[in-house]
């Protein structure tokens, strides 16, 4: 006669919490762990596994076995040692039942006369056994054509038996449903049957979906300052319109993206049974909307720099950010005013405008200039935007050392930009994974004559790739480019030309010292490329490591073929770790070091990652 053993739905539930339990591990294929330390006064031992057992299932019986863990407190009799192996032998029968082995058999033996004792687990593990029916089905047995199939759970039939798969189905039951136009589903049974004849294991569902409902009126708590037409426009749904959980996480992401709440509820109510109607209900908490901020940093090339900044991100009640910003080091010191202003055409258009003025004093060139744009963005999805503006920009040159002849000259350019980017990083401040990638479209036309026009395109791409979890180990990889093409690169103003080197460059050579030059000294060039390499380690939670390669050159033509050789630097980081994002300490050394241009290794000191 067929034998069918029943396990109740809290049990499958301790299942999964028991393999969570951190503890310690031992080397695959041990069996016997001695402690070479003093142990304290009471009944000393030691503790044996036997039988074939796979590491990875052996590893969860020591994480989860009391004698293991209480050895250092070792019991006063035999007796109370016994008990603690009793103990084992029921959580281990759930780890066994956890991974489909449900005749698994534990036998318990001591030897309390060896010193030290030996307290042995003889384990048959059993057969494995095989996911071989999932049924769903409603409380009343009615219709449950609503209902998921297993494939759409994630679960294949026949499979081994594993109890984390179950658990995580059960989660996408109600999340399908939900994403389904069912926000009242609820899970009222799991029953897992275990057939011993054939080593087959059931599981049945009974599901109350609830019923199908649209997206009822939404009501905002909380604001003070915010005004809830904003906030209404952004909501990615109609009323009226088939529920989706999906649309409601949407939402809850684009208000936390705003920046203006310290905490965000999005709430679904019960369906109206009148109108099949869910209410939103939004409650918010409101953040401090103006910030004063300020900085240091130190690079050996730049010397020391400072910047300070005001922002207000909430400007007239509708998520309008004025900012104003200006820094200063021996080389630049510039000041500038933005304001955003979002929902502007639609809730996916940004208005953004921008003045800039500044002073330079570099290698290169000697100067002012003053640059005002505006342009309007749109996002597309939540990783695609684009956007066009308009712009001047505005340069005296007192020293150009491409043209030393020259004692003053001016430019102006009219530039119309166009832009497009894709940003799936997980992290703005520290991204551990994903990708971005940025190009631009600009035409320069010359205002002031003799001043000829360009084209100029650029490009960034940057790709983060996770390789540990613990300890924390990411590999960043960038390429930056970008020309000036239609004219030669001595007739470009010298603050638009390219320039490589530095800390945000090609780390080891100093700044803009990296392209074409007059003797020693740099000239800019007419298009660039320059690419970097880190591997980021987190050694601990607070301190880094990151060892880098950076490359590329500024060129003195627009497109190829190219004369300037590709110039290699290398170095080490240190990174720490705060809550405002990490500081970074780099030291690095040029690879193809110059007589009397390279010094022999550059010192950087600023907060956040080099990109």
């Not at 310290?262 to 209410?279: H, L, S």
């Amino acid at each position: 006669m067929m034998r069918a053993k029943r396990f109740p739905k809290v049990l499958t539930g301790l299942v999964l919490a028991l393999i969570l339990v951190a503890g310690l591990t031992v080397p695959a294929g041990a069996g016997t762990r001695v402690e070479q330390a003093k142990v304290p006064p009471g009944l000393a031992y030691v503790v044996r596994y036997d039988g074939h057992l796979d590491p990875e299932l052996l590893d969860l019986l020591h994480q989860v076995s009391k004698a293991e863990a209480l050895r250092d407190a070792p019991p006063d009799s035999a007796l109370l040692l016994e008990r603690r192996a009793e103990e084992d032998k029921a959580a281990f029968a759930k780890v066994f039942q956890s991974r489909g082995r449900f005749a698994a058999t534990v036998s318990i033996s001591l030897d309390s006369a060896a010193s030290p004792a030996v307290l042995t687990y003889a384990i048959d593990p059993g057969p494995q056994f095989d996911l071989r029916a999932v049924v769903l089905k409603t409380p009343d047995g009615g219709d449950a054509s609503a209902l998921p199939t297993a494939e759409r759970l994630g679960l294949a039939v026949p499979s081994p038996f594993a109890a984390k798969a179950i658990l995580d189905a059960e989660a996408k039951i109600t999340e399908l449903l939900r994403d389904d136009a069912h926000p009242d589903v609820k899970v009222d049974n799991r029953q897992v049957t275990a057939n011993f004849a054939d080593h087959a294991v059931s599981v049945v569902w009974t599901v109350s979906p609830g019923p199908k409902a649209t997206f009822g009126p939404t009501s905002f708590a909380g604001l003070t300052t915010v005004k809830e037409n904003y906030l209404a426009g952004m909501i990615p749904w109609r009323q009226g319109q088939p529920y989706d959980a999906k649309n409601v996480e949407t939402y809850r992401h684009a208000l936390n993206a705003t920046g203006l709440f310290a905490a965000v509820q999005v709430e679904t109510g019960a369906v109206d049974p009148a109108t099949k109607q869910a209410p939103i209900k939004v409650s918010l908490t409101e953040r401090k909307h103006r910030t004063i901020k300020g900085g240091v940093d130190y690079k050996t090339d730049e010397g020391p720099g400072a910047n300070i900044g005001w922002e207000n991100r909430n400007l007239f009640g509708g998520g309008e950010k004025l900012a104003v910003a200006g820094s200063a080091s021996g080389i630049e010191q510039f000041g500038e005013v933005a304001f955003e202003k979002p929902d502007a055409l639609t809730p996916k258009d940004l208005f953004k405008a921008k003045a800039r003025v500044a002073n330079e004093d570099k290698k290169a060139y000697k100067g002012q200039n003053a640059t005002a744009t505006a342009s309007l963005r749109r996002q597309f999805t939540d990783a695609v935007s684009g956007g066009v503006g308009l712009g001047y920009r505005a340069s005296r040159i007192e020293e150009d050392q491409s043209r030393p002849w020259e004692s003053e000259a001016r430019y102006g350019f009219v530039f119309l930009p166009v832009e497009l980017g894709y940003d799936g990083r997980d992290d703005v401040l520290d991204p551990q994974k994903g990708l971005l990638a940025t190009t631009s479209l600009a035409p320069y036309w010359g205002t002031l004559s003799g001043k000829d026009n360009f084209l100029r395109p650029e490009f960034t791409l940057a790709h983060y790739l996770k390789i540990l979890d613990k300890p924390g180990l990411v590999l960043a990889t960038r390429a930056v480019g970008g020309a000036n093409i239609g004219t030669a690169s001595e007739n470009v103003t010298p603050d638009l030309r390219w320039y490589a080197g530095g800390s945000g460059s090609i780390r080891g050579y100093s700044y803009q010292s990296v392209g074409p030059m007059r003797g020693k000294t740099p000239v800019g060039g007419a298009s660039l490329f320059t690419f970097s390499t880190e591997l980021r380690w987190r050694v601990t939670e607070l301190v880094g490591i990151v060892p880098f390669l950076d490359g590329g050159t500024a060129f003195g033509k627009a497109l190829p073929p190219y004369d300037q050789p590709i110039m290699l630097g290398a170095g080490l980081g240190l990174r720490v770790y705060t809550p405002v994002g990490p500081i970074r300490l780099d030291v690095a050394t040029p690879l193809a070091r110059r007589q009397d241009i390279d010094d022999i290794a550059q010192f950087y000191c600023s907060i956040g990652q080099s990109f």
